[in-house]
Nanobody, 114 residues
Framework: QVQLVESGGGLVQAGGSLRLFCAGSGLVFSFNTMGWYRQAPGKQRELVASITSNGSSNYAYPVKGRFTITRDNKNTMYLQMNSLKPEDTAVYYC?????????WGQGTQVTVSS
């Protein structure tokens, strides 16, 4: 059974940094695109950043220049978040896809205090 496991969330003051980690397990293939989504209370889940298997990345406008998405190998991914703002507070979810199938992690809470 394919699973995505996340870690790295927490509480940080505005201007601080956090690094999120996501790893896939239970698979013998490589994911195509992996990404980070977030959902704040009362809001819809939104894409934060994504990265393809060849390393091409894409960022949502609010995080451009502050967040960096990377992949160590085909199934491990990081999100370096710098200059965090209170509006970055949300549950962050790891997402991966291959062959029309999608997987989600359980989510990790990121809270930025002002």
């Amino acid at each position: 059974q394919v699973q995505l496991v996340e870690s790295g969330g927490g509480l940080v003051q505005a201007g601080g940094s956090l690094r999120l980690f996501c790893a896939g397990s239970g698979l013998v293939f490589s994911f195509n695109t992996m990404g980070w989504y977030r959902q704040a209370p009362g809001k819809q889940r939104e894409l934060v950043a994504s990265i393809t298997s060849n390393g091409s990345s894409n960022y949502a406008y609010p995080v451009k220049g502050r967040f960096t998405i990377t992949r160590d190998n085909k199934n491990t991914m990081y999100l370096q978040m710098n200059s965090l703002k209170p509006e970055d507070t949300a549950v962050y979810y790891c997402n991966a896809n291959r062959g029309g199938l999608f997987w989600w992690g359980q989510g990790t809470q990121v809270t930025v205090s002002s």
